[in-house]
T-cell receptor, first 117, second 113 residues
Framework: SAVISQKPSRDICQRGTSLTIQCQVD?????MFWYRQQPGQSLTLIAT?????????ESGFVIDKFPISRPNLTFSTLTVSNMSPEDSSIYLC??????????????FGPGTRLTVL | KNEVEQSPQNLTAQEGEFITINCSYS?????LHWLQQHPGGGIVSLFM???GKKKHGRLIATINIQEKHSSLHITASHPRDSAVYIC???????????????FGKGTHLIIQP
C-alpha cells in the first residue's frame, strides 16, 4: 500500500483567491489522480496527474481553473483558482498501485476540506 | 442515468444483522472497487474485483460481469461498521495504465447497538 499525505487538511478562503493543495506519497507511483467531493455528493474525477507532461482533465474541468503540477513520481499539487462558493468541497488525491492496466487498487489521501466564503 | 448505481442509499440495521449493499454499472469496466468512507472523510479501499468473489474478515464482495452487478456483504455487523460504502469502477479501454474511478453515490450505513 501507499501512504499519502495532503496539505492543508482544511482551509477557509475568500472568493476570488486561489489555493494550492499538496499531495505527497511515500513511494514512487506512476498514476496520481485528483478528485472532488462536493457536499452530499459522490466523488468526481478532476484529472489524472501525469509526470513530465500536462495533466489529463475530465469533462467539465479545465486547466485554467484547476492547474496541476507533477514534478516527480511522489508529489503533485492541485490549485483551485479564482475560487467561488461552489468550489467548497473535499479535494482528494489518490494513487494507483503497481500492476498496469486498469487492475489497480487505489489509495486515497486524507483529503483537503475547502470552504469558500 | 448514472453509470454506477448503488442501493440502498441509506441503511440502518441492528448489530449482528447481515448487510447487503448492491451496485450496478452500465459501462465496460476493467475492475470494480468497494471503498469505505468514514465521517472524517478518509477513504479506504476494501476490495478490488474483476471477477468472482473476495473475502476479508467479515466482508465479502462478489461481482457478476455478465449482469454488470456487484454486492458487498457484511456478516455479524457491528456499530464500528457504520460508514459510507462506495462502489466505483475503473473503465475499460483507458489505453493502458491505471484509470481514474467513476463512483456511485454511496450507501450510508448505520449499525445500531
Amino acid at each position: 500500500s501507499a501512504v499519502i499525505s495532503q496539505k492543508p487538511s482544511r482551509d477557509i478562503c475568500q472568493r476570488g483567491t486561489s489555493l494550492t493543495i499538496q499531495c505527497q506519497v511515500d513511494s514512487q507511483v506512476t498514476m496520481m489522480f485528483w478528485y472532488r467531493q462536493q457536499p452530499g455528493q459522490s466523488l468526481t474525477l478532476i484529472a489524472t496527474a501525469n509526470q513530465g507532461s500536462e495533466a489529463t482533465y475530465e469533462s467539465g474541468f479545465v486547466i485554467d481553473k484547476f492547474p496541476i503540477s507533477r514534478p516527480n513520481l511522489t508529489f503533485s499539487t492541485l490549485t483551485v483558482s479564482n475560487m467561488s462558493p461552489e468550489d467548497s468541497s473535499i479535494y482528494l488525491c489518490s494513487v494507483a498501485g503497481p500492476g498496469g492496466g486498469g487492475y489497480n487498487e487505489q489509495f486515497f489521501g486524507p483529503g483537503t476540506r475547502l470552504t469558500v466564503l | 442515468k448514472n453509470e454506477v448505481e448503488q442501493s440502498p442509499q441509506n441503511l440502518t440495521a441492528q448489530e449482528g444483522e447481515f448487510i447487503t449493499i448492491n451496485c450496478s454499472y452500465s459501462v465496460g469496466i476493467s475492475a470494480l472497487h468497494w471503498l469505505q468512507q468514514h465521517p472524517g472523510g478518509g477513504i479506504v479501499s476494501l476490495f478490488m474485483l474483476s471477477s468472482g468473489k473476495k473475502k476479508h474478515g467479515r466482508l465479502i464482495a462478489t461481482i457478476n460481469i455478465q449482469e454488470k452487478h456487484s454486492s458487498l456483504h457484511i456478516t455479524a455487523s457491528h456499530p464500528r461498521d457504520s460508514a459510507v460504502y462506495i462502489c466505483a469502477v475503473s473503465r475499460r479501454g483507458g489505453g493502458g495504465g491505471a484509470d481514474g474511478l467513476t463512483f456511485g453515490k454511496g450507501t450510508h450505513l448505520i449499525i445500531q447497538p
